[in-house]
């Protein structure tokens, strides 16, 4: 077969790793001349396929391309978009494999969590479908650990690890001065669907009546009264109390604590997340003086104490990827499967994307202590290997030396810009657009706290031309469906 | 003169590096034992003195103690305290030195800021007036960095590395995804009457256009059009915008932004802090997608990213202390003395107490650019050495292998266990008052948010007997005045 290039993009949330995965790619890659040609990045995720914005990788220096394994965040930008079926969407398929063949892409290297996996299968359809040659290999990546068949995902080690330190870096300043002040403590941490990342707090303890005194898990149906009583039992015997928090804590009936809260003349929900809500119960019960964090996304780009596991890893699967793609498979995933023995260890293994789209892995309920508070030793066997080791970057006056890519476009060879379909790029930005064809949409209020559930909104079909540079709309202006408009029909307020 | 013992107690809240101040003070000590006996610690700070809750630090291996340089928070506890001037509360001051004379007690070191250095002077003072043989040595500490006369403060510098390595590192994720996601990020700092805190973010810029785009200072008033244009501005140039906050930003009257908030049915100040105040604020405007996030005492018990520079210094400005004691020095403060040439160093030198309690120094306006919004070159010249260096501490299973001390107590050799005075010892537990004595007292709703503002609360007269283990109180007891009572008068709830 003649030597084809490589398409990688990043999607979704990024982490600290993730670019240590694009790293694998591209430096595996490289090694692979013969057979490879470009390794194009998307820029901005797949956004950058169908908007035909790709980055030539093979303009940045071999030192420049290494230092993406000391890089948090997205290198090349990442989205989230995800593809409708191909039944209900060819239009973007279509110019999916427009740019593709355009620049004689080959290989479709897709870095992301469950919604990606499920994009990468359905790009791997459609080269079957169409008769085109590609072959689509997924990589795993997500803080939130819910990817299934892998023992874990790249990205989650590392937040385990920053959330483990930060919990027990504030516990022992609550502790030392909980005679006169803050009895209380709350972190709150990400994890929406899964408790992971709260999970991964357990591992600050390692005696009885160490912090964290109190886990909340989205797993476990939150009772007032058992959690009240608890927080006041730690503080008697203990002087203090220390809860980490889930942000998908919630109720029995599914409704999320975070949503419980004060409203404001518009009836907008209270400012605040998941952990003032608590911090505030807690005083009006006890009077407690309490302090609370919310670590947002420091936790998932805390690069500088990123786990050295979880780094290892995330090459690995990226290096894997590109062996995948060599030995011709599609459609597959490579994995870290965990070895038998008690020290431990792990390789890479594969997984079919049919196996991997749309299914979730929660915490085995045998990782959850009895009382629902806490982590049960099988947790933290499970966890502490995923959060081992320092993978320090390298320092410049005092603060780490993120590389900086060029990311130099690839001359664009198509006339259509963009293509205008009923399902329009989720973007909030017009410029990023192209000349031609804006998105133009309105999103609802939020149906729950934007702050704490960035994902949770929902697209209403357009009402209105909003111009999202300014965020301000002009109302009543009937656009029917959610579609693309010519520039002319947008009004930039 | 005979042999005689020191004290030292760490005074207000902790830091990354205390210890490593503790730790110069014992090791020294330690290495002049025909001079300094024993050197007993305050447990729970100068409220260890006042209750003879001494903590025998001989009892600790010298690998103990040499842990303490990589161990964060207070590790013999601390206490917000001030002791009133030696004419209001003759009582405490008797106390003091019925403790002190009781122990042999002829060194008092006191680790904190401001208002310690202020205590630690009436301390030398106490001496004096009675002819007591005490040299009292204020060692340095604050991460607010505003003592007079030293270049800065230990447990700063650490403070600023954390703020600018996570204030890069998050503003690198927001930069990845704003084209489809958040375009506004902001991040919560410490700082309630001096911005160095909220400056130190500055550092994580190093061209034009870099994160953060906005700093807010106590410093400078806040003027909401300004701000909000400056935003918009920022959005529209770079496609999204990260501000710091530091938690004293306010309005020009002098009204703190994070008091401006939401009121639940019972009249509190809504829950959030300052960042999801400012996040609505530019929502309500702009429709902006946000996050945020509140960093509280993860950023001043990093202990895992401290500064190089701060932990040397901390450790010096310790064993100065105990240099200038055996040397004959009374109230007394060693420094920080920056060199005079191009390259950054460091000296100790020494100031006299007098000149240094009840002084505040605050950012020079030069510090601050033009605009309001940003650090000069000259605050970034100041502060990047502060900031320099990475001494990281030792790991075990993927955490900092934190000491944990045995802290045993010297035993009592006073029949009194209190002093039962018209000044209540400020505790909220009753439990570490010792057996015959308890405070009680009411605190009243806060003046502000607790969360933001922990230390803005007022103290009313007692109208109740509380049980601040429980936080409830039976109210309609008037109790007079606040006071010490006997056991007797305590209702726990």
Same mark, same amino acid.
């Given at each position: 077969?003649?030597?084809?290039?490589?398409?990688?993009?990043?999607?979704?949330?990024?982490?600290?790793?993730?670019?240590?995965?694009?790293?694998?790619?591209?430096?595996?890659?490289? *090694?692979?001349? !013969?057979?490879?040609?470009?390794?194009?990045?998307?820029?901005?995720?797949?956004?950058?396929?169908?908007?035909?914005?790709?980055?030539?990788?093979?303009?940045?220096?071999?030192?420049?391309?290494?230092?993406?394994?000391?890089?948090?965040?997205?290198?090349?930008?990442?989205?989230?978009?995800?593809? *409708?079926?191909?039944?209900?969407?060819?239009?973007?398929?279509?110019?999916?494999?427009?740019?593709?063949?355009?620049?004689?892409?080959?290989?479709?290297? @897709?870095?992301?969590?469950?919604?990606?996996?499920?994009?990468?299968?359905?790009?791997?359809?459609?080269?079957?479908?169409?008769?085109?040659?590609?072959?689509?290999?997924?990589?795993?990546?997500?803080?939130?650990?819910?990817?299934?068949?892998?023992?874990?995902? %790249?990205?989650?080690?590392?937040?385990?690890? @920053?959330?483990?330190?930060?919990?027990?870096?504030?516990?022992?300043?609550?502790?030392?001065?909980?005679?006169?002040?803050?009895?209380?403590?709350?972190?709150?941490?990400?994890?929406?669907?899964? +408790?992971?990342?709260?999970?991964?707090?357990?591992?600050?303890?390692?005696?009885?009546?160490?912090?964290?005194?109190?886990?909340?898990?989205?797993?476990?149906?939150?009772?007032?009264?058992?959690?009240?009583?608890?927080?006041?039992?730690?503080?008697?015997?203990?002087?203090?109390?220390?809860?980490?928090?889930?942000?998908?804590?919630?109720?029995?009936?599914?409704?999320?604590?975070?949503?419980?809260?004060?409203?404001?003349?518009? +009836?907008?929900?209270?400012?605040?997340?998941?952990?003032?809500?608590?911090?505030?119960?807690?005083?009006?019960?006890?009077?407690?003086?309490?302090?609370?964090?919310?670590?947002?996304?420091?936790?998932?780009?805390?690069?500088?104490?990123?786990?050295?596991?979880?780094?290892?890893?995330?090459?690995?699967?990226?290096?894997?990827?590109?062996?995948?793609?060599?030995?011709?498979?599609?459609?597959?995933?490579?994995?870290?499967?965990?070895?038998?023995?008690?020290?431990?260890?792990?390789?890479?293994?594969?997984?079919?994307?049919?196996?991997?789209?749309?299914?979730?892995? *929660?915490?085995?309920?045998?990782?959850?202590?009895?009382?629902?508070?806490?982590?049960?030793?099988?947790?933290?066997?499970?966890?502490?290997?995923?959060?081992?080791?320092?993978?320090?970057?390298?320092?410049?006056?005092?603060? %780490?030396? @993120?590389?900086?890519?060029?990311?130099?476009?690839?001359?664009?060879?198509?006339?259509?810009?963009?293509?205008?379909?009923?399902?329009? @790029?989720?973007?909030?930005?017009? !410029?990023?657009?192209?000349?031609?064809?804006?998105?133009?949409?309105?999103?609802?209020?939020?149906?729950?706290?934007?702050?704490?559930?960035?994902?949770?909104?929902?697209?209403?079909?357009?009402?209105?031309?909003?111009?999202?540079?300014?965020?301000?709309?002009? %109302?009543?202006?009937?656009?029917?469906?959610?579609?693309?408009?010519?520039?002319?029909?947008?009004?930039?307020?």
């Amino acid at each position: 077969m003649p030597k084809r290039n490589a398409f990688y993009a990043q999607s979704g949330g990024v982490t600290a790793v993730i670019n240590a995965s694009a790293c694998g790619v591209i430096e595996t890659a490289r *090694k692979h001349r !013969s057979q490879i040609g470009k390794v194009y990045a998307g820029r901005n995720g797949i956004i950058g396929a169908l908007q035909e914005d790709l980055i030539d990788t093979s303009k940045e220096s071999a030192a420049a391309i290494h230092g993406l394994l000391t890089t948090p965040a997205g290198a090349f930008g990442s989205c989230r978009h995800k593809l *409708k079926s191909l039944q209900e969407n060819p239009a973007e398929y279509e110019r999916l494999l427009e740019v593709f063949k355009a620049h004689n892409i080959g290989y479709f290297f @897709y870095n992301g969590g469950g919604d990606s996996a499920d994009t990468c299968l359905k790009v791997s359809q459609l080269g079957q479908a169409t008769g085109y040659p590609l072959q689509a290999i997924h990589i795993p990546k997500t803080i939130d650990n819910d990817l299934p068949l892998t023992d874990n995902c %790249p990205g989650f080690g590392s937040v385990a690890k @920053y959330i483990a330190i930060s919990t027990r870096e504030a516990a022992m300043d609550v502790a030392s001065m909980c005679e006169t002040s803050t009895k209380v403590f709350i972190l709150e941490v990400m994890g929406r669907h899964a +408790g992971w990342i709260a999970a991964a707090s357990g591992l600050a303890a390692t005696q009885k009546g160490d912090a964290p005194h109190i886990i909340l898990f989205p797993e476990i149906a939150f009772d007032r009264d058992t959690f009240m009583a608890k927080v006041q039992r730690t503080v008697k015997r203990h002087g203090y109390c220390v809860i980490v928090a889930s942000e998908g804590a919630q109720y029995k009936d599914g409704t999320f604590l975070a949503e419980s809260g004060l409203k404001d003349a518009f +009836g907008h929900s209270q400012l605040g997340g998941l952990a003032p809500q608590l911090a505030q119960m807690i005083k009006l019960e006890f009077g407690y003086k309490y302090h609370w964090a919310v670590a947002d996304y420091l936790q998932r780009s805390a690069r500088h104490i990123a786990s050295q596991t979880d780094v290892d890893q995330a090459y690995a699967v990226g290096e894997a990827a590109v062996t995948f793609a060599l030995r011709g498979d599609n459609a597959i995933m490579p994995c870290i499967v965990r070895g038998k023995g008690k020290r431990y260890s792990w390789s890479i293994g594969e997984a079919s994307l049919e196996d991997v789209a749309n299914r979730e892995k *929660k915490m085995p309920r045998n990782y959850i202590s009895r009382d629902g508070f806490g982590i049960t030793d099988a947790a933290n066997a499970y966890l502490t290997p995923l959060s081992a080791g320092e993978a320090y970057p390298g320092y410049r006056k005092g603060l %780490p030396n @993120y590389v900086r890519l060029k990311n130099i476009s690839v001359p664009r060879k198509l006339k259509t810009r963009s293509n205008c379909s009923d399902e329009p @790029y989720i973007t909030t930005n017009f !410029s990023r657009l192209g000349q031609d064809f804006a998105c133009c949409y309105l999103y609802t209020a939020p149906r729950l706290n934007l702050a704490t559930n960035p994902h949770e909104f929902e697209v209403k079909p357009c009402i209105a031309i909003v111009s999202l540079i300014d965020g301000a709309a002009t %109302p009543g202006m009937d656009c029917a469906q959610r579609k693309f408009f010519c520039r002319q029909h947008i009004i930039v307020l």
